[in-house]
């Protein structure tokens, strides 16, 4: 898992940035040197966006190593809940956005239906996501993390893949036989507490990873919020059924409410993670937390500047 040591930083921020691009010998090691994503020497319009960028803890500036231990501030769109060091000169593209697109679309038709849209109830078709984009990319998402060394990414994405594969295995129609073994050998009400106590599990695994985002990002932390909140709704939903011994419907909607917004949010992530200065023609802001170490260095260099 990322480490997320308070060692200082200095050189980010709209000053910082600006004084990084000039003067810091790490400019060239992190591989920016003055240049867009494209490697093309910036223009200054496109320097003044990134200075703008690095403010909020994006942009080519803003990810600059500029301390002695070399360390970037977290960023939900390399799926970094901490500190962490540059992967330099990596031969692989950054599989975050991959494996956050997979899981925002797949909870996004989920939630729809838990939320009964349209008056559609029937989950059949995420079955066919689940096994294709939210289980089996997600995962290789997952893998891909763990080779380009960021063990909170492999350990989240390959889980959730790992998630959506089990959630098609056990809804599959006429495949697994899972629920129907429940309805013969007990009844449908001992699947609903089965299913129930298999979304408690995963509401304790998010709040796992919950705790580990709390001096991340407003964004990278909302993500992980909502999901577990959908995950604990949809949970009692299946345990504390209705009057006629099925899912609270109330509460279910819930879940999908939360979970809609769980997706929505994994979106966003990926677009962080994907936009830059060489195709973006805006800045996608993630907001470090005050008590982050980026927060803490940015009213550091705020109390400087009104010393000056």
């Known amino acids: 898992m990322a480490t997320t040591s308070t060692s200082e930083h200095t050189g980010h921020g709209p000053a910082g940035a600006e004084r990084m691009y000039h003067d810091s010998p790490d400019t060239e090691k992190s591989g920016t040197n003055g240049m867009n994503g494209m490697g093309r020497q910036m223009t200054h319009e ?3 966006t990134a200075v703008a960028a690095s403010k909020f803890g994006y942009g080519p500036l803003a990810h600059i190593n500029s301390t002695a231990s070399g360390r970037l501030p977290a960023f939900g769109g390399e799926f970094q809940p901490g500190l962490y060091k540059a992967v330099e000169g990596r031969k692989f ?28 109830a029937e989950p059949n078709l995420v079955v066919g996501l689940a096994f294709g984009y939210g289980g089996l990319v997600q995962l290789l998402a997952g893998m891909w993390e763990m080779a380009v060394g960021n063990t909170f990414g492999a350990t989240a994405l390959s889980s959730y893949g790992g998630f959506w594969l089990s959630f098609a295995i056990i809804l599959t129609p006429g495949g697994f036989n899972i629920e129907e073994a429940y309805v013969e050998m007990q009844s449908v009400q ?26 991340s990002t407003v964004a990278f932390f909302f993500l992980f919020f909502t999901l577990d909140l959908a995950f604990l709704l949809l949970g009692i939903g299946y345990l504390q059924r209705d009057s006629t011994n099925h899912p609270n419907p109330p509460v279910i909607k819930a879940g999908g409410f939360f979970g809609l917004l769980a997706a929505f949010a994994a979106w966003y992530n990926a677009l962080a993670g994907i936009a830059d200065d060489s195709n973006s023609f805006f800045i996608v802001p993630v907001i470090h937390f005050p008590w982050s170490s980026k927060g803490k260095e940015m009213r550091m260099e705020k109390s400087e500047r009104q010393k000056v």
Do not use: K
């Open 46 to 48: 496109e320097h003044q």
């Open 93 to 120: 593209a950054n599989p975050a956005p991959l494996g956050l697109s997979a899981f925002a679309l797949t909870t996004f038709v989920l939630s729809l239906i838990n939320m009964r849209t349209r008056t559609v």
């Open 190 to 215: 001992a699947f609903y507490d089965a299913f129930g106590f298999f979304l408690m599990g995963w509401f304790i695994f998010t709040f796992v990873l919950l705790l580990v985002t709390l001096r």
